[in-house]
């Protein structure tokens, strides 16, 4: 049981470049979330879906766009990347069955940009 | 909006010694509760929940968390700690009324247990 699985694990940019982060679930979820956490500001949203084929946007979403094309992925895209961009990023999924239903987190993707 | 707060940035403690971490948050209706643990270079794993009923709810690795509606609380708490909880806690929080689990996390607090 892989649970949520992110590729990759690391990434250096330089800026500017483009790149695409995937995140992949196989417990049938139907939320799925993109965060980034940075020192001393904890985990913040930066796009999430509650379905395949929608998107929504969270707490951060400038710079980033994000795809649900099948319901067992959720792809981050940055188009452009930027020094500020440089951060860790975790995917999550859960349950659409109630709003109790806990957070499943990927191992992050450690991305530097240069 | 909803906000949460995780006072205790970094705490120190000895092996045996006791632990409690305090978490407030800010919204006026009903809330789901949550502490999240991230051990060194590994993911979030949920420690333990409060959705209803009896507020002070137990975890995972002897982990207990209250939660005081009065003083919009949900600290989490262990008798003894040992050098293996070393890690990030992070305290989140859900409104109910939102029909969709958007989780608002704290900025987390780091835990290094010395053996």
């Known amino acids: 049981n892989a649970g949520v699985t992110q590729t990759p694990k690391f990434r250096v940019l330089k800026t500017g470049q483009s790149m695409t982060l995937l995140c992949a679930q196989d417990?049938?979820?139907?939320?799925m979330y993109w965060y980034r956490q940075d020192p001393g500001m904890g985990l913040r949203l930066i796009h999430y879906?509650?379905?395949?084929?929608?998107?929504a946007k969270g707490e951060v979403p400038d710079g980033y766009n994000v795809s649900r094309l099948k319901k067992q992925n959720f792809l981050l895209g940055l188009e452009s990347a930027a020094p500020s961009q440089t951060s860790v990023y975790f995917c999550?999924?859960?349950?659409?069955?109630?709003?109790?239903?806990?957070?499943?987190f990927g191992d992050g993707t450690r991305l530097s940009i240069l | 909006a909803q906000s949460v707060s995780q006072h205790n940035h970094h705490v120190i403690l000895s092996e045996a010694a006791s632990l409690e971490l305090g978490c407030n948050y800010s919204?006026?209706?009903?809330?789901?509760l949550f502490w999240y643990v991230q051990y060194p270079g590994q993911h979030l794993q949920l420690l333990l929940k409060?959705?209803?009923?009896?507020?002070l709810v137990k975890g995972i690795k002897g982990f207990e968390a209250e939660f005081i509606k009065s003083k919009f609380s949900f600290n989490l708490r262990k008798p003894s700690v040992q050098w293996s909880d070393t890690a990030e806690y992070f305290c989140?929080?859900?409104?109910?009324?939102?029909?969709?689990?958007?989780?608002?996390f704290g900025t987390g607090t780091r835990l290094l247990v010395s053996p």
């Open positions: 417990m049938n979820h139907e939320y």
């Open positions: 919204y006026g209706g009903t809330v789901n």
């Open positions: 999550a999924s859960s349950y659409r069955t109630g709003v109790n239903q806990p957070q499943h």
């Open positions: 989140a929080v859900n409104a109910r009324n939102t029909g969709f689990q958007k989780l608002v």
């Open positions: 409060y959705f209803s009923g009896d507020p």
């Open positions: 879906s509650v379905g395949e084929g929608t998107t």
